[in-house]
């Protein structure tokens, strides 16, 4: 397997695995890494082969909706859903302003029907293209979702709004926290593993790759 190893002054050490099948170890100083790693080697490989069957859904089109689209390349992006089929252009920047329209048609009215039952009043909706989470709450109330909620179920994208909004009354994630998104959204806990399992697909897609890749220049060219 891939090993990377991090030495930090942590208390207990930490294995993670990345989509790309990299495992990483968080570790003091003199901590037996080979060690840790052989008491998880059962788990660790139960998670590697997970990757790999992950990456094997993941190169099955591009994903909108939860579902994967065949991609055809033309001049303008666009989505064909009668016809199971998206359009990529090749401006990268282009196929990404085409996404946010779309995911903000789909998004403002869950914000709008949650926000009242709720009883919150959340300022401006951004959709931005972020590397590492789903979305974010300001302590002004302005919402922040990342375009990767294009590709996933719409169901899930709905616990995404739910779990942000309950964050302009708890800026944390305390009891009351979740207490407060399980009100409005009792499934939050398998919706938190499955959006795992999506961000994981997205990492190992082809298309996202690109992406990704663009967006990530752009913001170090800036």
Same mark, same amino acid.
């Given at each position: *397997? ?6 930090? #002054? ?19 100083? &003199? ?12 788990? !660790?490989?139960? /998670? ?14 591009? @994903? ?19 016809f ?5 252009? @090749?401006?990268p ?15 403002? #009215? ?7 039952? $709720?009883?919150?009043e @959340?300022? /401006?909706?951004?959709?931005? +293209?972020?590397?590492?989470?789903? &979305?974010?709450?300001? @302590? ?13 179920p ?10 942000? !909004?309950?964050? $302009?009354? +708890? *800026? ?9 998104? &399980?009100?409005?959204?009792p ?11 999506w ?9 996202? /790759?690109?992406?990704? &890749? ?9």
């Amino acid at each position: *397997m891939n090993l990377e190893v991090r030495r930090r #002054p942590v208390k207990y050490a930490r294995l993670e695995v990345r989509p790309d099948g990299t495992v990483v170890v968080t570790a003091p100083e &003199g901590f037996d890494v080979d060690g840790f790693v052989e008491r998880h080697r059962s788990w !660790l490989e139960g /998670k590697l082969a997970e990757i790999e069957g992950l990456r094997k859904v993941a190169r099955s089109g591009f @994903p909108i909706n939860g579902e994967f689209y065949r991609v055809i390349h033309g001049r303008r992006p666009k989505v064909h859903g009668q016809f199971g089929t998206v359009v990529l252009s @090749p401006n990268p920047y282009d196929v990404v302003d085409y996404l946010r329209r779309l995911l903000r048609r789909e998004l403002l #009215p869950i914000v709008d029907f949650y926000a009242g039952r $709720m009883g919150v009043e @959340p300022g /401006k909706v951004y959709i931005r +293209h972020q590397k590492s989470r789903w &979305g974010s709450c300001s @302590p002004r109330g302005n919402l922040s979702f990342n375009v990767r909620l294009a590709a996933v179920p719409p169901e899930l994208r709905e616990y995404v709004v739910v779990h942000e !909004l309950a964050h $302009m009354r +708890h *800026m944390n994630h305390s009891k009351a926290f979740w207490g407060l998104v &399980g009100e409005f959204y009792p499934e939050y806990r398998a919706a938190r593993k499955e959006l795992k399992r999506w961000w994981t697909i997205l990492e190992l897609n082809p298309y996202w /790759k690109w992406l990704t &890749g663009a967006a990530y220049e752009s913001r170090k060219g800036s």
